[in-house]
């Protein structure tokens, strides 16, 4: 477990082939502190970026995961927000302008409750679903606006539960 003091920054780093979560931050933000995963370049063969810490900016970031052999997708999603060592999850977080592009999940997975949220002006194409809140998201405000979702569903020959641009 990671105890993050006043600003943390994961920023402007180069990301290639990682078949695991390319960048994960499930610790824990101090009163008044923050979190920022920032203008970084994913090309990548497994899920993105997975978080779960207060004050959480994740911004600017492009991640491409390239279609696999027989044109699957990579599994898993690109950017997710989970429940870490705090259960009930994150006070704030922005999730803005990000290009997403691959994933078999979804394009932005909201698997945590979040008090308050902002998902902005994202461009999210050829991903299995757009933006999914699940049933263990419990907002007290959530904004989801001018976000741009393309492409959306299986590739060709695979099967979904189902598919969805935004699902609140």
Do not use: Y
Not at 2 to 18: F, W
Not at 78 to 101: F, H, K
């Amino acid at each position: 477990p990671v105890l993050h003091v006043m600003a943390a920054r994961i920023d402007g780093n180069d990301i290639v082939g990682c078949r695991r979560g390319a960048i994960t931050a499930l610790g824990f933000c101090g009163p008044g502190a923050s979190m920022r995963i920032t203008h970084n370049q994913f090309n990548i063969g497994g899920a993105g970026i997975s978080a779960a810490v207060d004050g959480l900016w994740i911004q600017g970031n492009k991640l491409a995961a390239p279609l696999q052999g027989g044109n699957q997708q990579v599994a898993g999603a690109g950017i997710v927000l989970r429940t870490g060592l705090d259960p009930n999850g994150s006070d704030q977080c922005q999730i803005v302008s990000n290009q997403i592009s691959g994933f078999a999940g979804a394009g932005i997975a909201i698997q945590s409750p979040v008090r308050d949220l902002i998902v902005k002006l994202n461009q999210i194409e050829r991903c299995g679903n757009g933006i999914v809140t699940e049933d263990e998201t419990n907002s007290a405000s959530v904004s989801i606006e001018n976000n741009h979702v393309s492409d959306i569903g299986a590739a060709a020959g695979e099967q979904t539960a189902f598919v969805v641009g935004i699902l609140v």
